[in-house]
Every structure is written in C-alpha cells, then in structure tokens.
C-alpha cells in the first residue's frame, strides 16, 4: 500500500534555529516527491519538488533532501522565524496517472 | 494573475443537506483535483478532472460527486451530508494532468455539519 509517514508529529523551538523534518516513503514506482507548508486555515503552498534524480533542493532557508534508495526525504529549515509556524506536510507522486499519497504532516511552532 | 478560488470559504449545513463547493481554477490550468482534509490529517484525494473528464477518484462514497466546466471550473457536491463530512475542502489546479506537475492550492473552503 502506498504510504507516506512524517516525524515527528509536531515540534516546538526557539527562533532562530535550525529544524529538520523526516518523511519515509513506500510509493511505487516514484515519480516526485513535494514538501507543501500550511499555514492554519490556508491550502498548502508548494516549497520543493524533486524527481528521482535530484537528492537535494533549497527554496531560501528550506532545503529538502531525497534519498530514493532508501525512500526517505527530510527538510531542513534553517534561521527559523516566527512565520515558518505552519504544518510541513510530505507528498509523493507514483508514476502513472495516480493520486497524489500526502502524509499527515509535521506541526511546527517557532516561539520567541 | 489569480491564484486557485475556492467559494464559500465557510459553511454550516445540517445533516441530510446537500452542499456544492466551488473551485476556478488558474488561468491556463485544465486539471482540477478535489481534496479533503480533516483536523489534523493530510488531504485525502476525492476526485480529479482534466479537459472536463473524470481522470481519478478516490475511496469515497457515491455521496461525493463532481464536474469540471467548459471553462475549466469545478464543482464538488455532497448529497445526505454527515457528520463526518466535516472538514476542509481543498481544490488544486495544475496545467496538465501529469504527476510531474505541480499543483497550486486554493484556500479551501471549510464546512460543518450540525
């Protein structure tokens, strides 16, 4: 079945610094894999999208790593500020015309 | 350029109701995908469509139905709403149907059912 599991659930720390999210695949045969940031009450806005050749792309502070072998991604943000507080949620595209399979996404707070 | 809209962006219906929620899509966009997303979970595909043709569906009941318009907007509908369609509605747009595309969230509408 296809799945994607995010770690962890939620995570809390200070301003100003570093975070990385995990994201552990078993989707087959993979095509892309998305890192999405949802504010609360808002749809989510792409950061990142990888195929399979790619192990590493950055958007500003947020870098995503993607190792197909062992299907795992992480995300790292760097200087965390106050807006990043938001839900990180991983997604991964199949190849084929198939749904999309979200994981159910990291809480993230960033606190002064 | 406007992004993905979605209308109503909040609604209250009672159990039994029927609700029908709206999406337009980009400008240039052909594919729309239905999502729902319940307090704390990812979103859960409910239906794609691309040139007007249903191209995906999701595991959810006869309830939830949709279309796409000449235009390329969409409607979802559900018919004997219940409790547990309580959630937030998302529509995603992208240009053409391949998964390599990205896809562009609206905001979502967000109903309650009584």
């Known amino acids: 079945k296809n799945q994607v599991e995010q770690s962890p659930q939620s995570l809390i720390i200070l301003e100003g610094k570093n975070c990385t999210l995990q994201?552990?695949?078993?989707?087959?045969?993979?095509?892309?894999l998305r890192w999405y940031k949802q504010d609360t009450g808002r749809g989510p806005v792409s950061l990142t999208i990888?195929?399979?050749?790619?192990n590493t792309k950055s958007n500003g502070r947020y870098t995503a790593t993607l190792d197909a072998d062992t299907k795992q991604s992480s995300l790292h943000i760097t200087a965390s500020q106050l807006s990043d507080s938001a839900s990180y949620i991983c997604v991964v595209s199949a190849r084929g015309n198939t749904p999309l399979v979200f994981g159910k996404g990291t809480r993230l707070s960033v606190i002064a | 350029d406007a992004g993905v809209t979605q209308s109503p962006t909040h609604l209250i219906k009672t159990r039994g109701q029927h609700v029908t929620l709206r999406c337009s899509p980009i400008?240039?966009?052909?594919?729309v995908s239905w999502y729902q997303q319940v307090l704390g979970q990812g979103p859960q595909f409910i239906f794609q469509y691309y040139e007007k043709e249903e191209r995906g569906r999701g595991n959810f009941p006869d309830r939830f139905s949709a279309r796409q318009f000449p235009n390329y907007s969409s409607e979802l509908n559900v018919n004997a709403l219940l409790l547990g369609d309580s959630a937030l509605y998302l529509c995603?747009?992208?240009?053409?149907?391949?998964?390599?595309?990205?896809?562009?969230f609206g905001d979502g509408t967000r109903l309650s059912i009584l």
């Open positions: 995603a747009s992208s240009f053409r149907d391949s998964p390599n595309q990205p896809q562009h």
């Open positions: 400008s240039g966009h052909k594919s």
């Open positions: 990888m195929t399979f050749s790619e």
């Open positions: 994201c552990n695949y078993t989707v087959s045969p993979f095509s892309n």
